[in-house]
């Protein structure tokens, strides 16, 4: 491992963000960054292992809520597809007889139609993901993963399932047993994330508090991401998707449960283990972030409304850019 540079104090040290998002719950924190940080400053790199090919349309789920939610466009009650929707398109394809179990509203339905006449076209996942950003007026830049696809398939008592069709279609109902990354083994991360981590300008790394094992873990299965992350100078500080043992939004309790983990914060700060120099969890959880291994922020992680992202954000940076990127404790 190479000899750890200590990091400059923290007033000296303004500079970029790279957050690790998936979903909705990612993308809650991704809007309250987005909101603190000046434009530019943040990177924010998403999970494409949603990603899946439907209605004969390429559709990145996590990619559309991120963006989504930045652009003020997101869906306030689901968090995912667009606000003020109309469904004439499905209404239409059920009287045909059509799959309708994946809801398309009629704007949303625009952005697969549009990303996937620009990926037949030759046109890359990044390249098509930064238009868009830019058409949606985004101040942060917003990158897939990776350009090659990587395919989530869940292990499960039912058996095998393409992640949609386990979250949307079968309600996360069947017992999961095994969360596979198709393709990532031959997937390279994205090359803006690699340049990103290895930048002196970086100031800190945040993993959104998506699920650590459907969204996260497509990321750093990537080749070569985890060894980027541990190399990178600047700190990286994890947000805990667990409030008192229960995910807020999302099978992530269930998924530990039936794959034998304990739902508790000690597990995801093992989860992350060797990656993350700090954890940031939520007041309910106060008594046990004294037992824990690395450095700990208890602060109210619940995000109800915009300013508890925002508030969430603040708390995530004035903590994450003061922790020693020693990975975890004394090396
Ligand atoms: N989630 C659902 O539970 N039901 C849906 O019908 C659904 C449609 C959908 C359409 C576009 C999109 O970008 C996301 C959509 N999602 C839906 C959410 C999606 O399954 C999840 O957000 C991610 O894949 C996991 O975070």
């Known amino acids: 491992m190479s000899e750890r540079r200590r990091k400059s104090s923290p007033e000296a040290r ?45 559709v990145s789920p996590d990619l559309d809520t991120v963006m989504y939610t930045l652009a003020g466009l997101a869906n306030p009650e689901t968090g995912w597809g667009r606000r003020d929707e109309s469904w004439a398109f499905m209404r239409a394809l059920e009287a045909l007889g059509g799959e309708s179990w994946f809801r398309l509203g009629d704007g949303d339905l625009a952005t697969h139609v549009e990303r996937t006449r620009r990926l037949g076209a030759g046109e890359s996942l990044t390249a098509i993901t930064a238009h868009f950003a830019r058409r949606l007026g985004l101040a942060s830049a917003l990158l897939p993963m990776s350009d090659a696809p990587v395919r989530t398939m869940v292990e499960t008592s039912e058996g095998t399932l393409p992640f949609q069709h386990y979250f949307v279609r079968l309600r996360c109902g069947p017992a999961v047993r095994r969360i596979r990354f198709d393709g990532a083994e031959s997937a390279p991360p994205n090359p803006a994330l690699l340049s990103a981590l290895a930048a002196a300008d970086l100031a800190l790394v945040v993993i959104c ?83 824990l291994p690395i450095p700990v922020a208890v602060t109210r992680t619940l995000m109800q409304s915009l300013d508890d992202r925002v508030a969430l954000a603040r708390r995530v940076l004035e903590f994450g850019i003061r922790l020693d990127a020693r990975k975890g404790g004394a090396r």
């Open 14 to 58: 303004r500079g970029k963000v790279v957050a690790l998002c998936g979903g909705v719950g990612g993308a809650k924190l991704a809007l309250g960054l987005d909101r603190v940080l000046p434009a530019g400053d943040l990177l924010l790199v998403c999970n494409t292992g949603d990603d899946f090919e439907h209605l004969g349309l390429h």
């Open 209 to 291: 508090p998506s699920n650590p094992y459907l969204s996260i873990d497509p990321i750093l299965a990537l080749p070569g991401l985890r060894a980027a992350l541990a190399d990178c100078a600047a700190p990286v500080v994890a947000v805990s998707p667990l409030i008192a043992g229960k995910a807020v939004k999302g099978p992530a309790a269930k998924i530990m449960a039936e794959l034998g983990i304990p739902q508790t914060q000690a597990a995801i700060a093992r989860h992350y283990d060797g990656l993350i120099d700090g954890l940031v969890l939520d007041e309910a959880d106060a008594a046990e972030a004294r037992n």
